[in-house]
């Protein structure tokens, strides 16, 4: 089994799933959130480099990308890992997986209703993202969400539906479609 890329929109749960996913699958690798390695090597947030520019922040998520799969392979280790919800958006970052053989990239799948409820709980204490600080965030967020769920349930090689369901359940669910 090779590793596993989980995607799918902002507050889906692909980080509590992909650490449940890593310790029940035995993942040698163990998990890696994609947002995580952008700060480590960049020394600043996801939301600080978004804020300097789009393109800033696609940059940074592609190099965080190539090097996380350069660690995979360097090591033999399989891994799980979770990226940024906007992963569908960045050409560089989507080629780069479209070469590697050996990563199953898994959509994670929440309606824009749900996902909309735990980004604004979150924003209660963090602020809205900077990519929904528009004149209407809601609007903007259910656009974003209908175009890359179209996107991703295409790229995707697995798709989870992960509504209402816990992070033990989706990596469950996740370890039950993969299995032999």
């Known amino acids: 089994m090779g590793s596993i890329l989980l995607v799918g929109p ?33 020394g600043k947030s996801p939301r600080t480099l978004y804020r300097e520019g789009s393109g800033v922040f696609r940059k940074a998520e592609a ?37 590697q053989g050996n990563v199953t990239v898994v959509y994670i799948e929440v309606s824009a209703e749900t996902a909309w409820k735990r980004i604004r709980l979150s924003a209660e204490t963090g602020g809205l993202p900077p990519f929904l600080d528009t004149g209407d965030p809601e609007k903007t967020h259910r656009l974003l969400h209908t175009g890359r769920a179209a996107a991703y349930r295409k790229f995707a090689g697995l798709v989870i539906n992960a509504e209402n369901k816990s992070p033990e359940d989706i990596a469950s669910a996740i370890l039950k479609a993969l299995a032999p």
Do not use: P
């Open 10 to 42: 902002k507050h889906s749960g692909k980080s509590s799933a992909g650490r449940a996913l890593a310790a029940a699958g035995g993942y040698a690798g163990g998990f890696a959130d994609l947002d995580e390695i952008i700060e480590e090597r960049s």
């Open 63 to 99: 190099e965080a990308l190539r090097a996380l799969l350069e660690r995979g392979t360097a090591s033999g280790k399989t891994l799980v890992a979770a990226a940024g919800g906007g992963l569908i958006d960045n050409g560089e970052a989507m080629a780069l997986l479209e070469k």
